[in-house]
């Protein structure tokens, strides 16, 4: 048995940092919300706003600063795959690439996992549920603000990507904040500043995401402050609680090979939360039906929507409580 890396210091002194962080970020800034964003859109650095909310994936013709995330994802499934199927035996593990990728396998799962849930189901399940507008449609008075903690006029009727809250590209950005924990952990000794430097560096990168997206009166501040601290929150959970990632390089270490975990184990959990979120935007959807006339009789996904997503935590419950002999 190996301790809760939770309940010790310093990972769970960390998240608790990163939370109240969050907390006292948010509170300090909401009454400033909407000033600073519209300060912000009217003083646009254009050059900068441009390249930072350009995307190939958009329909750009060139990748814009969000975009470079996609290369060492796309380089981690692919080293990701072979790492299961290549089947792991100590005595002929005489190739150091070999021994290298089963033993890296752990940190691969966390970073394909961590973007999949974090900046992809985290981001567009909220985005339904909150519906928030725009800064634009509220600058030029077509929709009326409202806070980040409330649900704003947007029904999913209005398309996926309508709402402001919380920010995709942000979101996006803060996957360098996943490669920054693959380099804490890959890193030992000395060579560990290079890690913390790496987390400085994507902070203030997804922070500067932030600001461009501002800059284009797309989001709101407090849609960047509550994307860069939730999504920071996530990756450590993710990182220590969920795949106990330093448990699985301890155990690496010791018995010289990895844990035993079902086949494409981080994949099957991504794939357990997508499930689980059509229950969440079944359950909060019509919870919000109500307010939205001729949409009443929505309220009926309430249970269902209820009953699908304790269904599927029950399962990803189960999945993680999965323990190598």
């Known amino acids: ?39 912000l859109s009217t003083h646009t650095i254009h050059g900068f706003a441009e390249f930072m909310n350009r995307s190939v994936f958009e329909r750009s013709r060139l990748p814009g600063a969000g975009d470079l995330v996609y290369p060492p994802l796309i380089f981690a499934l ?21 021994t290298f990728l089963v033993s890296f396998r752990p940190l691969l799962g966390f970073t394909l996992m961590s973007a999949f849930s974090c900046a992809l189901l985290f981001v567009h399940t909220t985005k339904q549920i909150m519906g928030r507008a725009r800064p634009n449609e509220v600058f030029e008075g077509k929709l009326p603000f409202s ?29 360098a904040i996943i490669f920054a924990y693959v ?10 500043w290079i890690g913390w430097t790496g987390l400085a560096l994507s902070v203030l990168f997804t922070a500067v995401m932030g600001i461009a997206r501002m800059m284009s009166a797309s989001h709101w501040l407090t849609d960047v402050l509550f ?19 330093p448990e ?38 019509g919870l919000r039906s109500y307010s939205f006339e001729g ?5 009926a996904l309430t249970p269902v929507g ?8 029950r399962r990803i419950r189960l999945a993680l409580l999965f323990s190598p002999p």
């Open 147 to 175: 806070q980040w903690y409330q649900s704003g006029p947007h029904f999913f009727t209005h398309g996926s990507f309508t709402g402001s809250f919380p920010s995709g590209h942000t979101a996006t950005a803060a996957i």
């Open 295 to 299: 949409w009443s009789w929505l309220l």
């Open 78 to 98: 692919l080293l990701y795959i072979p790492s299961w199927l290549w089947k792991f035996n100590h005595r002929l593990a005489g190739g150091r690439f070999h």
């Open 1 to 39: 048995m190996y301790p809760n890396p939770l309940k010790d210091s310093p990972e769970r002194q960390s998240l608790v940092a990163i939370l109240c962080a969050g907390i006292a970020v948010l509170a300090v800034l909401t009454p400033y919300d909407y000033h600073w964003t519209l300060y």
């Open 306 to 313: 209820l009953a699908w997503a304790l269904f599927f935590l």
């Open 183 to 192: 380099l804490l952990a890959s890193l030992a000794g000395r060579r560990r």
């Open 248 to 285: 699985q390089q301890e155990y690496f270490r010791r018995h010289g090979r990895p844990q035993a975990r079902p086949l494409f184990f981080e994949l099957r959990i991504g794939l357990l939360l997508l499930l689980l979120c059509p229950g969440v935007w079944a359950f909060c959807t």
């Open 227 to 245: 994307t860069l601290f939730s999504e920071w929150a996530l990756i450590h959970i993710i990182f220590f609680r969920v795949l106990k990632i």
